[in-house]
């Protein structure tokens, strides 16, 4: 007997309906590059989890509500489609954040904090030096059910690049889910098979989110006929056998994986420079490059729950009503976008025919 969903693989349907999905970490920058990428992800997404690595990064409450604000007046104009989309808002955890930060924090309905170890990524000198500097935090956070999002690399020059997601589990995670079992953790934006095999058997309060890019990429493409900047993120894209594991952790539609694009613009200048920025921009086009990467490996029954299901169980908030529509059909995305004052970015696949395509 076929059920929908292997009806629908069979078939290689031509339109998708999923329910409004979520982005569960993104980044939008502030200022005039706020209001130029803002609007991509409000057309895509009802809500998204808004990354706090800002300059100065967003470490107060106050702080935080004053950068909703800025978010909620970049969003498209009334009646345009996105006008209602809503940030939810995380706060950059440091080593000296206060406990006490914590209640006023979830009074003022911000849902997470963010670890990035120092100097792991883009903008996170001020991360934490020894996460045993945070233990009263995460008590706090414990407690008042706010959950930690984590960036899962080390940052010890004498690891391997490619093996500090690895690293870090042994070192950071397995101890933080000892010593805080009711914590509800992200492990965000995996990279690797030992990552995807973590969560998987971690239990009820660890999950993780996953890009599309790692989903349609090995490391390959970075040095694809010469060094390819708009392919360089962190957690840096890894190799193909890890791809596999992150395809077939989405493909088992476990709940503990959900979607997370970390979308992170730069401009092309800063991106085509000879020292470049980490982030791929894929706003512009997340769900269908997640579509793509789904039907690859006939999983696209599985694309609604991880868009739009499996993230705010996590996070015990309600599932989106309304759907949105991909169609599949071949459309150029462009290779270049306006950004803040007179820039430009690239998105990823930029100026390439992408197959699926939101409808509005
Ligand atoms: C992010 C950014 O640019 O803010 N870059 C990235 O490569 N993902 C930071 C981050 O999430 O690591
Ligand atoms: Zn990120």
Redesign the pocket.
Known sequence: MSSPSSAARVAAPDTLTLTRPDDW?L?VRDGAALASVLPHTARQFARAIV?P?LRPPVTTTAQALAYRERILAARPAAGEPGADFQPLMTLYLTDNTPAEEIAHAKAAGIVALKL?PAG?????DAGVTDIRRTYATLEAMQREGVLLLV?GEVTDPAVDLFDREAVFIEQVMQPLRRDFPELKVVF??ITTREAAQYVAGAGPHTAATITAHHLLYNRNAIFQGGLRPHC????VLKREQHRQALLAAVASGSDRFFLGT?S???AAVMKEASVC????FTAPAALELYAEAFESVGALDKLDAFASAHGPAFYGLPRNTGTVTLRREPWALPESLPFAEDAAIKPLRGGEILPWRLVD
Do not use: F, I, V, W
């Open positions: 970490h980044h990354m690595n990035y792991a990524t883009t903008n996170s960036h965000e934006h360089y993120c962190l957690p970390d992170a613009p730069h920025g980490a982030g791929c």
